[in-house]
């Protein structure tokens, strides 16, 4: 089978490898790639500012088709359309993993981080992990299952919006469109914000339903504060974009005893931010890591009940051979969300 490896740290340094099919053992499931999206965190892995094991094949977000069980696995058969969860391995001992809050186990262990991921042919997935898929639910909308799913957990399990909240989010890439999208459909009055690189991506989400779009390089923020929130600032504010510039803005826009919850991962770190604005506003600043089986429950849940068409998310597909390709234009901003198709 093919698959697509980062070899060792730094810049770039990925191959396209001839690899062994695995074989499915125990409660593990092997599972044909259908779609894999290219996510932020594979980009960091790109750059070489996200630390994985290396070598290690890349990925975590896709849909697939059972192709083989190990012989613990009652639950799945062969042929069945699934996602996955993106966590493979945890201790099943800590009080973390007893309340299926696998993303915080000090020993998890994931797919496309520490064990190999769906950039590939074939994917190892653990039986219990996965998550059947309604007939309704194309493959295309399933590859977002998992960065939706992460976005579900910061909106609705790490806070609550109220209807006509004034929400912000920052960052109009996959993680941001999907999350504003998950916000608005709790009703609430949602901007997003982007810079001016980002006119493509403003562009697809006004597309999408997202009206309220905003360069923060261009506007004038005490005009549109005042004219958007009589000056009190944004209720809650998502920074998904992974920029301490973003995260300092985002401190300064939200209202006194507001809340803001990060959500994009940071490249380099410690991050520089004005901590005093936390402190004199008293702000509540809550970090939102992926997500849990709950947040997998609920997308799926939302994504058959919510009726927002997605498919504008995805801007391309490209054959997996042509990674190089997908990578320039994920990078570059020039898409919204990419996917892989192996061959």
């Keep these: ?82 996602v996955s969860e993106t966590t493979y391995e945890v201790c099943e001992k800590c009080v973390h993993c007893s309340a299926q809050e696998f993303n915080l186990c000090s020993q998890r262990k994931g797919l496309g981080t520490q064990v190999d991921g769906s950039f590939a042919t074939f994917v190892l997935a653990k039986a219990e ?36 909240e004034k929400i912000a989010v920052f960052g109009p890439g996959p993680i941001g469109v999907l999350l504003a999208l998950v916000a608005k459909s709790l009703k609430a009055d949602v901007t997003l914000i982007g810079i001016s690189k980002d006119a493509y991506r403003l562009a697809k989400a006004k597309e999408l339903g997202l009206s309220l779009t905003v360069d923060s390089q261009t506007i004038d923020w005490d005009s549109f ?17 992974g920029s301490p510039q973003a995260l300092q803005q985002a401190l300064e ?30 702000i509540q600043l809550i970090g939102s890591r992926t997500q849990k089986t709950s947040s997998w429950l609920k997308t799926i849940e939302w994504l058959q009940t919510s009726n927002i068409d997605l498919s504008p998310v995805i801007t391309n597909i490209l054959p997996l051979t042509q990674w190089e390709e997908a990578f320039r234009l994920a990078m570059n901003g020039e898409e919204l969300k990419v996917l892989l198709k192996p061959e």
């Excluded at 490898?17 to 499915?24: E, G, Q, R, T, V």
């Excluded at 059947?132 to 609550?160: D, F, G, Q, W, Y």
């Excluded at 504060?225 to 209720?235: H, S």
């Excluded at 005893?257 to 410690?270: D, M, R």
């Design 1 to 82: 089978m093919k698959a697509l490896r980062k070899m060792k740290d730094g810049f770039g340094n990925m191959e396209l490898c001839d690899f062994d099919k695995p074989s499915p053992k125990n409660d593990d499931v092997l599972i044909k790639v259908v779609f894999s999206g290219i996510c932020g965190s594979d980009i960091h892995a790109f750059k070489g500012e996200y630390n994985k094991k290396i070598p290690l094949t890349l990925g975590h977000e896709f849909i697939g088709i059972v192709h083989e069980i190990g012989d613990k696995v009652t639950t799945l058969t062969v042929g069945e359309r699934v």
């Design 129 to 164: 992990r996965c998550h059947k898929l309604p007939e309704r639910i194309s493959n295309e909308t399933a590859a977002l299952i998992e960065p939706l799913a992460c976005c579900v957990h910061a909106v609705m399990e790490k806070t609550h919006i109220h209807p006509n």
């Design 225 to 241: 504060l005042a004219e958007r929130t009589e000056q009190l600032g944004f209720d809650q504010v998502f920074e998904c974009s």
């Design 253 to 282: 826009i939200v209202k006194k005893k507001g809340t803001v919850i990060q959500e994009g991962l940071f490249a380099k770190n410690p991050v520089p931010v004005d901590m005093s604005l936390l402190l004199n506003k008293e």
